[in-house]
């Protein structure tokens, strides 16, 4: 008996356009689940395993709690994956600079808004990336 690999699958700031497209390899995913076993994955189950080996992270990091659960991981992880061009440079998100975030916080929300995040940075930018899958969304075929 060989043990499968355990898979965890996080999201951060993100559209979960990434994540979506594991359901694009339709049948193949019966492949996948074959050798891997999708131990963690808000999506498809409710509960949190905290026992895995490769750790896919999805989207930006724009909020302090977000870090932390990358520190988790990373902890947890033999491997981290940058799952997406959010978890890879930022994205979308990174696009409003920080001069320009004030103003398009109270344009958008009205001047009492008060935001809980910051500027989006990579993932990268804050614990020990091993791989990328590149794309927004990333290409099923990628994920295989």
Excluded at 5 to 11: E, H
Excluded at 30 to 41: A, K, Q, R
Excluded at 109 to 126: E, V, W
Aim: proline letters at 6%.
């Amino acid at each position: 008996m060989t043990t499968k690999l355990k898979i965890a699958i996080f999201d951060l700031t993100d559209c979960e356009g990434c994540e979506l497209e594991f359901f694009g390899l339709k049948e193949k995913i019966l492949d996948l689940i074959e050798d891997y076993e999708i131990v963690n994955w808000r999506l498809i189950q409710d509960r949190e395993d905290w026992d895995f080996d490769i750790g896919l992270v999805e989207g930006a990091v724009t909020m302090s709690s977000e870090i932390d659960l990358l520190k988790r991981i990373r902890e947890k992880s033999r491997m981290v994956v940058a799952f997406g061009n959010c978890a890879i440079n930022g994205n979308i998100p990174a696009m409003v600079k920080k001069p320009d975030r004030p103003r398009l916080t109270e344009y958008v929300y009205g001047k009492d808004y008060q935001p809980l995040s910051t500027d989006a940075l990579p993932i990268s930018n804050y614990i020990k990336v091993n791989a990328d899958i590149p794309g927004c969304p990333v290409d099923p075929k990628a994920i295989e």
